[in-house]
């Protein structure tokens, strides 16, 4: 993990077209180790073009990305996608799918097999999935299926992870559940930039929050968030989005 004091990411000027169309326009933005940060914003405004960017999928069409500090470690990067295909016809157990996390693309042999086994077996018991091990992936409820989804991407030991919406279509509790999970992931150290739909959540349990609807409309810490500046990103009423603030404030 980083120290403290590092800055894990560095964005500047952040500009991405595609197919003539302007996704990303001008985005500039830094995180700091062991920040948890939101990203929210309407539809099509780009919080899913960005992660995919952030990651080297889409070459930028202008501006920079620095993972890292000159003076820090460069960070490994984990990554939860918003879904997962998987063949209902030949379904995976779960300790299965976890594994295919694991750097590497021959099959584990021997020692390195036993310790594949013993890594998942671990992380499973850290997601509250242990005595789901062998249960195949389609059979598990949603709040499951995505705290799996995490358990897959930690299995590369990352200091940084990247999701989007990974509570989704998962009732309250769940959604509760894996956010506790994503605190305790902080507080060993790793970084954490979560895209979402949901305010209420995301400002209850991020650090800070940056409100992206094509260019960056605001970056700052969650409990300073108000209507105004979800009423400016969003330009909808705002009855469909009560944000509350979250339960301490957290120092920039």
Same mark, same amino acid.
């Given at each position: 993990m980083h120290a403290a004091n590092c800055i894990a990411l560095t964005v500047d000027g952040l500009t991405?077209?595609?197919?003539?169309?302007r996704i990303l326009s001008d985005v500039s933005l830094t995180v700091r180790a062991g920040e948890f940060l939101g990203l929210i914003g309407p539809n099509g405004g780009g919080k899913t073009t960005l992660l995919?960017?952030?990651l080297g999928l889409l070459p930028p069409t202008h501006g920079t990305i620095a993972w890292s500090a000159p003076d820090c470690e460069r960070p490994r990067l984990?990554?939860?996608p918003q879904r997962v295909g998987v063949d209902a016809?030949? *379904?995976? %157990? %779960?300790?299965e799918l976890v594994q295919q996390g694991a750097a590497g693309?021959? *099959?584990p042999l021997g020692n390195r097999r036993r310790e594949l086994a013993?890594?998942?077996?671990e992380i499973l018991a850290h997601v509250g999935l242990e005595r789901q091990a062998g249960t195949p992936f389609v059979h598990l409820s949603g709040g499951q299926q995505r705290r799996l989804l995490l358990a897959r991407a930690l299995m590369r030991r990352p200091s940084v992870l990247l999701l989007d919406e990974p509570t989704a279509g998962v009732d309250v509790e769940g959604q509760?559940?894996?956010c506790g999970l994503l605190r305790e992931l902080t507080r060993e150290g790793m970084t954490l930039l979560l895209v979402s739909h949901d305010l209420p959540l995301i400002t209850a349990h991020a650090d800070r929050i940056a409100c992206l609807n094509v260019s960056l409309h605001w970056h700052g810490r969650a409990a300073e968030l108000d209507s105004q500046t979800v009423q400016a990103a969003y330009r909808c009423e705002l009855?469909?989005?009560?944000v509350r603030r979250p339960p301490t404030s957290v120092p920039a």
């Open positions: 991405l077209d595609l197919d003539g169309r995919r960017t952030l984990g990554y939860v016809h030949f *379904p995976l %157990a %779960a300790e693309r021959r *099959p013993r890594q998942s077996r509760e559940q894996f009855q469909r989005y009560q």
